[in-house]
């Protein structure tokens, strides 16, 4: 990387927005052996949940996504993350069923994250930031099934996520087996590569190298750390397109030039780049980013089954469908092959498909219509069975 | 846009596929698990599932026909059989179906022997090489058959290993098959009256259909 983003003047995040959200006062213990208490959950749904309880959907977001699954962002007002797929008549219809999404614990949209307030141990009331204990994908599942269980739903028919949503998924299905009828992990993986834990190493290190970051505790002066989060998201963002799609999108192309002029020239992508990196910032929390990549980056399921990836799975009855895309460098085809061949070993029923794609990691939240036609049929069959 | 893939073979895409299936269809009783390798679109698994209450599941090797079938709410993984029955543990189906894939497979050999080792039985098509006008072609032209099952030329075929039904049950006593059942179809998937005699079936015989088991 050679070029920062322009200097910014960001004083402090967006004003505050209230979110829908349940607090739990018992709190949550946590795989670190520490205790958060209480934990806040932020949520959405849509749709009606039906007499039995039965057709609940959950929904798990990626790691900058948050529970504004299928409505306009409340702070960017722009379409909601994954309403290519969810909403009235999409492959997850809220038609029919009653989908959850919920902000993941760490996060920054209302549940409990190194934004929010605590009281430490001089009494004073003051952000988490970076006392914010370190959590895994199975401690975020966990908060979600303390809401789950107090909207009291007993069973979830389908639980979806892609990327980082599709690790909590599989620890959904692997912790809390008898709550998943149906498991959908897309465009993930069951640990996380040393190349990914790279690429999270850079932007953390971006993040770390921004005075204004000031070792976390940034919110004492309003100022956030918004050139280092930038570039996190910019580098982030090469990773989730494709060189494909990065050559079709921008090519070579400059901006307000048709040739070089070696002054000043800014190539497309670059612009590109910066805009995301620049977006970003209002709507995510430095300290938040910091938290949710270690998590991912802890993410080991064979690890935590003693080194048998089958065995998180063993006599599991959930059927799962497993999705990659074909140019996603980040989460590769032959990822989502080791999981498929492990739920093979449990005897599990699993279908998957590899959609061709050239959109890279992005495709999953984009217009894909095998994509959709495939992961709309699983759930449709997967709702026969459970007798909706 | 991605290019295909040279290295994936091409299906040998029977033709009267829902005959032939129907005839293994009646091989299997209500309640089965089965795997059916290279089961296409679904058509055997779609009909398992709700005639027969069968827990059944597929593998196949064409993308689209996997993403059809999962489209249909199957269970359908993409794969290949020489690649990916080793995942499966031993016993986890009473019916492992290889439905006129086994002569396009790299290893048959040991395709067939995963499948008696991941199913109590196994259900095995293919069309028979030894039938007449495959051996009258070559013994009058000289040149290899072409017939109408085996309709490509040799250079494009993806038919590697084509064998008779005497082969097939060479193998199985090689390797300790017991031949609970065998049929011999013509082309339209309709049985044929050569029961009594290997060498007329083997003879007259377009498609041959097979049950096994290990022996013991």
């Known amino acids: 990387m050679t070029q920062s983003p322009a200097p910014q003047t960001v004083e402090s995040a967006a004003a505050p927005v209230q979110h829908q959200a349940v607090t739990f006062p018992e709190g949550l213990a946590l795989d670190c052996g520490a205790v958060i208490a209480p934990v806040t959950v932020a949520y959405r749904t849509y749709g009606q949940l039906d007499a039995a309880r039965g057709n609940a959907v959950l929904i798990c977001h990626a790691l900058t996504g948050d529970q504004y699954v299928a409505e306009p962002h409340p702070i960017?007002?722009?379409?909601?993350?994954?309403?290519?797929?969810?909403?009235?008549?999409?492959?997850?219809?809220?038609?029919?069923?009653?989908?959850?999404?919920?902000?993941?614990?760490?996060?920054?949209?209302?549940?409990?994250?190194?934004?929010?307030?605590?009281?430490?141990?001089?009494?004073?009331?003051?952000?988490?930031?970076?006392?914010?204990?370190?959590?895994?994908?199975?401690?975020?599942?966990?908060?979600?099934?303390?809401?789950?269980?107090?909207?009291?739903?007993?069973?979830?028919?389908?639980?979806?996520?892609?990327?980082?949503?599709?690790?909590?998924?599989?620890?959904?299905?692997?912790?809390?087996?008898?709550?998943?009828?149906?498991?959908?992990?897309?465009?993930?993986?069951?640990?996380?590569?040393?190349?990914?834990?790279?690429?999270?190493?850079?932007?953390?290190?971006?993040?770390?190298?921004?005075?204004?970051?000031?070792?976390?505790?940034?919110?004492?002066?309003?100022?956030?750390?918004?050139?280092?989060?930038?570039?996190?998201?910019?580098?982030?963002?090469?990773?989730?397109?494709?060189?494909?799609?990065?050559?079709?999108?921008?090519?070579?192309?400059?901006?307000?030039?048709?040739?070089?002029?070696?002054?000043?020239?800014?190539?497309?992508?670059?612009?590109?780049?910066?805009?995301?990196?620049?977006?970003?910032?209002?709507?995510?929390?430095?300290?938040?980013?910091?938290?949710?990549?270690?998590?991912?980056?802890?993410?080991?399921m064979a690890a935590e089954h003693g080194g048998n990836l089958a065995a998180a799975f063993r006599g599991t009855g959930t059927r799962f469908f497993v999705a990659s895309f074909d140019s996603d460098w980040l989460f590769p085809t032959a990822e989502s092959r080791i999981l498929v061949r492990a739920l093979n070993a449990a005897a599990a029923n699993v279908s998957f498909v590899e959609i061709a794609s050239d959109k890279g990691h992005d495709a999953f939240l984009l217009d894909e219509p095998d994509f959709h036609a495939a992961l709309g049929g699983f759930l449709r069959g997967a709702a026969e069975r459970a007798g909706l | 846009m991605p290019v295909p893939d040279p290295s994936t073979p091409i299906r040998y895409v029977a033709k009267n596929m829902r005959l032939d299936l129907r005839l293994i269809a009646e091989m299997i009783p209500p309640g089965a698990r089965v795997l059916d390798i290279g089961c296409g679109d679904g058509a055997l698994l779609e009909h398992l599932t709700r005639e027969k209450g069968a827990d059944a599941r597929g593998i196949e090797i064409d993308m689209a026909q996997a993403t059809a079938a999962v489209a249909q709410g199957l269970a359908v993984i993409h794969g290949d059989a020489d690649n990916d029955l080793a995942f499966y543990p031993d016993g986890a189906f009473d019916y492992v179906v290889l439905s006129r894939t086994?002569?396009?497979?790299?290893?048959?050999?040991?395709?067939?022997?995963?499948?008696?080792?991941?199913?109590?039985?196994?259900?095995?098509?293919?069309?028979?090489?030894?039938?007449?006008?495959?051996?009258?072609?070559?013994?009058l032209t000289g040149r290899m058959p072409m017939t109408e099952t085996w309709g490509r030329p040799w250079h494009e075929t993806p038919n590697i290993h084509p064998c008779t039904l005497l082969d097939f049950f060479d193998l199985c006593a090689m390797d300790g098959y017991t031949v609970e059942r065998w049929l011999a179809v013509d082309e339209r998937g309709l049985k044929a009256p050569w029961e009594r005699s290997i060498r007329l079936a083997n003879l007259f015989g377009e498609q041959a259909l097979f049950q096994l088991r290990r022996a013991g």
């Open chain 1, 76 to 300: 960017t007002g722009k379409p909601g993350w994954w309403e290519a797929v969810v909403g009235p008549g999409k492959p997850v219809d809220t038609d029919r069923f009653f989908v959850i999404c919920a902000n993941v614990l760490g996060g920054c949209m209302g549940s409990t994250g190194p934004r929010e307030m605590m009281t430490d141990a001089g009494g004073q009331t003051r952000p988490w930031g970076t006392d914010f204990p370190s959590i895994t994908i199975r401690d975020m599942v966990r908060a979600q099934k303390l809401l789950v269980s107090h909207l009291g739903i007993p069973r979830l028919l389908a639980v979806i996520g892609g990327s980082m949503g599709g690790m909590q998924v599989l620890e959904w299905a692997a912790t809390f087996p008898e709550m998943v009828f149906a498991a959908a992990p897309i465009a993930t993986a069951t640990h996380h590569s040393a190349q990914n834990i790279a690429f999270h190493e850079v932007g953390r290190a971006a993040i770390h190298s921004d005075p204004d970051w000031k070792g976390g505790r940034y919110w004492e002066d309003g100022r956030i750390p918004a050139r280092g989060l930038s570039v996190a998201r910019m580098v982030a963002h090469i990773t989730y397109l494709s060189e494909q799609a990065l050559s079709r999108k921008f090519g070579r192309r400059l901006r307000g030039a048709s040739a070089l002029t070696f002054l000043e020239d800014v190539f497309e992508v670059e612009s590109y780049l910066r805009h995301q990196g620049s977006t970003f910032v209002r709507r995510f929390d430095a300290n938040s980013y910091l938290t949710i990549t270690r998590a991912m980056d802890y993410f080991d």
């Open chain 2, 102 to 139: 086994i002569h396009a497979v790299e290893k048959p050999r040991e395709v067939l022997r995963q499948m008696l080792r991941i199913g109590r039985h196994a259900i095995v098509s293919f069309p028979n090489f030894g039938h007449w006008e495959v051996r009258m072609k070559l013994l």
